[in-house]
T-cell receptor
Framework: QKEVEQNSGPLSVPEGAIASLNCTYS??????FFWYRQYSGKSPELIMS????GDKEDGRFTAQLNKASQYVSLLIRDSQPSDSATYLC???????????????FGKGTKLSVKP | NAGVTQTPKFRILKIGQSMTLQCTQD?????MYWYRQDPGMGLKLIYY???????DKGEVPNGYNVSRSTTEDFPLRLELAAPSQTSVYFC????????????FGPGTRLTVT
């Protein structure tokens, strides 16, 4: 069973701090990794994708990937109250017949940014 | 572009009733997906499609059926609704290109009583 694990939280950080969200995955052959943000009562929204080991930066967001440790993380710099949401880690897997584009989702980490 | 649209937004069904959840995308994506999301349980894949005329089961397909007659539409059919099908249902689509990810519709909140 291929799995994606996340700490459910809640993770509480003060406004302006760095929020660090972590995710581990079980399938060593996984190649593509994604972070989604989901506000309460809304649908998941894609915010970052990463393929290569190392860091990928996009504005206040940095995704970090370590394939040897099967670990992917999301850093949010200068956290704002509007960043308060659940963050879902997703790993692309060849499940269910080997079709590219299938994602395995973690259960998500709830982030709360306090003013 | 409207992206991925879903109807209805909310629905209450009685046990044993049937209904179809509609999903349409205007991004010309070949890949489409149906997920359900229960509180604290993450997203579970119900069915997916890699193109018109091709569908396949995901992790939790029992009690559901799908069809894909066009690239744009991917309806999900619930037959003989049960309380266990109370959930939020999301449709998503993807181009299938590496790192393209999936794009989600706004969801349908379904209650079966």
């Amino acid at each position: 069973q291929k799995e994606v694990e996340q700490n459910s939280g809640p993770l509480s950080v003060p406004e302006g701090a760095i929020a660090s969200l972590n995710c581990t995955y079980s399938d060593r052959g996984s190649q593509s990794f994604f972070w989604y943000r989901q506000y309460s009562g809304k649908s998941p929204e894609l915010i970052m994708s990463i393929y290569s080991n190392g860091d990928k930066e996009d504005g206040r967001f940095t995704a970090q990937l370590n394939k040897a440790s099967q670990y992917v993380s999301l850093l949010i710099r200068d956290s704002q109250p509007s960043d308060s949401a659940t963050y879902l880690c997703a790993v692309e897997g060849l499940l269910y017949g080997g079709s590219q584009g299938n994602l395995i989702f973690g259960k998500g980490t709830k982030l709360s940014v306090k003013p | 572009n409207a992206g991925v649209t879903q109807t209805p937004k909310f629905r209450i069904l009685k046990i044993g009733q049937s209904m179809t959840l509609q999903c349409t995308q205007d991004m010309n994506h070949n890949y489409m997906y149906w997920y359900r999301q229960d509180p604290g349980m993450g997203l579970k894949l119900i069915y997916y499609s890699v193109g018109a005329g091709i569908t396949d089961k995901g992790e939790v397909p029992n009690g559901y059926n799908v069809s894909r007659s066009t690239t744009e539409d991917f309806p999900l059919r619930l037959e003989l609704a049960a309380p266990s099908q109370t959930s939020v249902y999301f449709c998503a689509s993807s181009s299938g290109r590496p790192l393209s990810g999936q794009y989600f519709g706004p969801g349908t909140r379904l209650t079966v009583t």
